[in-house]
């Protein structure tokens, strides 16, 4: 990767840099929060609570003695509780010795086996609550698509003809019964390259047959961060007339086209604000989740493509949204898992993994396009840190929780020694991840 390419169009390296800093201290706060307040419902004591890594850069203290602080390397933070030796809270401090028993319960060495097991899970356990209200709070704000597809309204797209009406709902597509949203999306995908498609609908009453353009044109809905199409230059709205000089009638053709490259570079000619342009591109290879579990290796240039019309939508209720966030958090962090495994086994290519820099464009991208997707974006991510949070390597809160459910088992804690060894071993694994994810970052295409 070039270095001029870690400097998006979309204002900035500073607002990269600004946006990754921005969601990384809302993420890491909720999940030391986690830590501090089961930690004081438990009876631990924290005695600093601090955002971020070095020097400090302001700090002040509650009326419970506790220290809050904001430290100049935001990339982290931690809460270190009475008689801590360090901010991994594991090993204890010699001034323990000299504490009451009291006092003692007040630590976090001292306090039972089940307190101590409860501070520690609340960390990723309040990132995945994030994630779970902040998917929520979209559903909810935006609504869902109705059951049945129903047109809520005709968007202003290129279009031979116009006959789809608000209030529209869509029985069949190219003479595919659609009962529902999902079916309506699997015949859009399956139908000819054609410009213009039969519908049936319920209008007022009544069936209606009609033709109208396809459900799916080539325009442009989304360009994705780190993305050849994002390089070259693509915008939202944009609409791809031609590939290489062949027509291009539909979104899924435009797919098909650029699957077919295999690598090779492309020319798009395309309209934008009432003006031709052409843009050249390259397809990238990219390991893609399967809904049945896995990948697929598919070439892309990062787009997604938008419904010739609005569909109607519903207003969920709380519970079913909460139910919605749960799912999508779940998805998320099964399709992480699923993505290690397959990297680790070379299924996928390593080049998957990435690490601060490619995080922080991920970022700056979406915030520049828009709050929702900047708030959609620090969900995914906060699911990402709980997850990883909770791998059985020592540093992490996994680590934790396993030297917990040895003492469960065993009914003493591990040796102080073996902690230490533990902890040096936990300690380089994470930092050898983080060198190789950064190199990824910088020399994977």
Not at 375 to 389: C, P
Request: glycine share 12%; charged share 15%.
């Amino acid at each position: 990767m070039e270095v001029i390419n870690l400097i998006p169009s979309f204002g900035g390296l500073a607002y990269t840099v600004l946006a990754f800093v921005a969601a990384l201290i809302i993420i890491v706060f909720v999940h030391e929060y986690g830590h501090y307040i089961v930690g004081r419902w438990s009876g631990i004591h924290a005695e600093v609570f601090s955002i971020g890594f070095g020097p400090v850069l302001w700090s002040g203290f509650d009326k419970r003695g506790t220290r809050w602080q904001i430290a100049a390397l935001p990339l982290g933070g931690y809460v270190r509780f009475l008689g801590d030796s360090n901010a991994s809270s594991v090993g204890q401090s010699a001034a323990v010795d000299g504490l009451t028993a009291e006092q003692r319960r007040a630590t976090m060495t001292g306090a039972p086996l089940w307190a101590r097991t409860a501070t520690v899970a609340a960390g990723p356990v309040f990132n995945f609550v994030l994630s779970i209200g902040i998917f929520a709070g979209i559903f909810l704000w935006n609504g869902i698509a109705t059951d049945v597809p129903t047109v809520g309204s005709v968007r202003g797209l290129p279009a031979q003809t116009v006959a789809l009406q608000p209030g529209d709902r869509i029985e069949a597509l190219g003479g595919i019964e659609t009962p529902d949203f999902a079916s309506f999306m699997a015949a859009a995908g399956d139908l000819p390259v054609e410009a213009v498609v039969d519908y049936r609908v319920e209008r007022n009453g009544a069936d209606v047959a009609l033709r109208d353009s396809h459900p799916l044109p080539p325009v442009v809905e989304t360009v994705q961060p780190d993305s050849a199409a994002r390089d070259a230059g693509l915008l939202p709205g944009d609409v791809i007339l031609s590939v290489n000089g062949e027509p291009v009638v539909t979104f899924p053709h435009l797919r098909e086209i650029v699957g077919a490259s295999d690598g090779q570079p492309l020319t798009l000619l395309l309209a934008r604000d009432g003006k031709e342009m052409e843009l050249t591109l390259t397809p990238r290879r990219v390991d893609l989740p399967r809904a049945e579990g896995g990948f697929e290796t598919r070439w892309l240039i990062g787009l997604t493509g938008a419904l010739y019309f609005e569909p109607e939508t519903r207003q969920p209720g709380l519970v079913e949204s909460l139910g919605l966030g749960a799912t999508q958090s779940w998805q998320i962090a099964t399709t992480s898992l699923s993505g290690l495994w397959h990297m680790v086994t070379g299924a996928i290519s390593s080049c998957n993994l990435r690490g601060p820099i490619g995080i922080a464009e991920t970022s700056g991208a979406a915030a520049s396009a828009g709050a929702t997707s900047f708030i959609w974006f620090i969900a995914m991510l906060s699911t990402a840190v709980g997850l990883m949070n909770l791998f059985p390597v020592p540093v992490l809160d996994g680590g934790h929780l396993v030297f917990y459910a040895y003492e469960a088992v065993t009914g003493k804690q591990p040796s102080a020694r073996a902690l230490q060894v533990l902890m040096a071993v936990g300690l380089t694994a994470i930092l050898t991840l983080m060198v190789f994810a950064l190199s990824n970052d910088l020399f994977c295409p």
